[in-house]
């Protein structure tokens, strides 16, 4: 049964000073740990981010200076931890009250917000005007679309909206390998938005499975992410239909020439396997199963999925002139 939630519900209100909503906050440490810093830039979504990034460098047509391609990497790499540092200084309210949130350097009291905020703003313009000096424009043009859109369209209207913040939101994290292969090209081209859509794609089952053994803590924070609106099944139910649309979207560039039997073949067993996952999960007894026992290990295996996926991409255009 789904829970009591509404779609239309008003939205959270913006976050607050910590120290005025959470009495267990009092005060800031005396000053951060540059770990703290790091942790900003969420470094584990940005080591995603970086290899789609770099895949997208090394799989587009033609070919740039080594100096040019760590530059286009590194800035990319920059751009998503921006967006993570503001990220967590718009969210510290409702990351305050999840567990997997809850020791993030401004929630556990070790970060003033403000510092964020800076930290997101200074590197969001650096990276944009730095890839646009070292790159060329138009890559410097998608890096500024990838973290407005990450702030804006996700983190401030869509995230504490509705239930769709990640379908529609996670387009912010399909964009480094469109940026990566832009900095060689210089222009978009239908393979580029393959790399795109197959991200788009896999976003969804990806964290509506998080979602689903999660879903106390995002109901808690009140945030309304889908297995809290619909419930469990409509949960399982979508999971398993993007799956379903995910698996041949993965074999589009074997037609379009960008990518040739290794991959195929690659696409094709990991896409057995996500399925497999994906049945499992949507037969997932919901009053009897722990949703950790199926979901948890299908949000785990979707991190290895779609980095292996790039990597096949990667090995079967290597593989080309031996072939």
Request: glycine share 8%; hydrophobic share 55%; no cysteine.
């Amino acid at each position: 049964m789904a829970r009591t939630v509404e779609n239309n519900a008003a939205p959270l209100a913006p976050p607050q000073v910590i120290a005025t909503q959470s009495p267990e906050v009092v005060a800031v440490a005396a000053g951060p740990r540059l770990k703290d810093y790091a942790l900003l830039l969420k470094p584990r979504v940005m080591s995603l981010v970086v290899f789609t990034g770099l895949a997208g460098v090394y799989l587009a047509p033609g070919s740039i200076d080594f100096m040019t391609a760590f530059y286009a990497v590194l800035w990319i790499a920059v751009g998503a931890g921006a967006s993570g540092s503001i990220n967590m200084w718009y969210d510290r309210d409702i990351d305050l009250h999840m567990s997997r949130t809850k020791n993030r350097p401004i929630p556990a009291g070790r970060m003033q917000p403000v510092h964020a905020l800076w930290v997101g703003l200074a590197l969001s313009i650096g990276s944009v005007v730095a890839m646009a000096g070292t790159v060329n424009a138009l890559a410097a043009a998608l890096l500024a679309v990838t973290i407005a859109y990450y702030v804006f369209i996700y983190t401030v209207w869509l995230k504490r909206r509705t239930p769709q913040n990640i379908v529609i939101g996670g387009a912010s994290g399909a964009f480094p390998p469109m940026i990566g292969w832009t900095a060689v090209t210089g222009d978009i081209s239908l393979d580029s938005v393959l790399l795109f859509a197959i991200i788009f794609m896999w976003t969804p089952p990806h964290f509506w499975a998080l979602a689903l053994y999660r879903s106390g803590d995002y109901e808690k924070a009140g945030v309304p992410m889908l297995p809290v609106v619909s419930g469990a099944r409509e949960t399982k139910k979508q999971i398993l239909i993007y799956s379903i649309l995910l698996v041949p979207l993965t074999l589009a560039p074997v037609f379009t020439g960008m990518a040739g039997a290794i991959y195929g073949t690659a696409a094709i067993l990991l896409g057995i396997g996500l399925m497999r996952h994906s049945i499992r999960v949507w037969r997932m007894d919901d009053r009897n199963d722990d949703p950790a026992s199926k979901a948890r290990p299908m949000f785990f295996f979707t991190i290895f999925y779609l980095f292996l996926i790039f990597v096949a991409l990667m090995i079967d255009k290597a593989a080309q002139p031996w072939l």
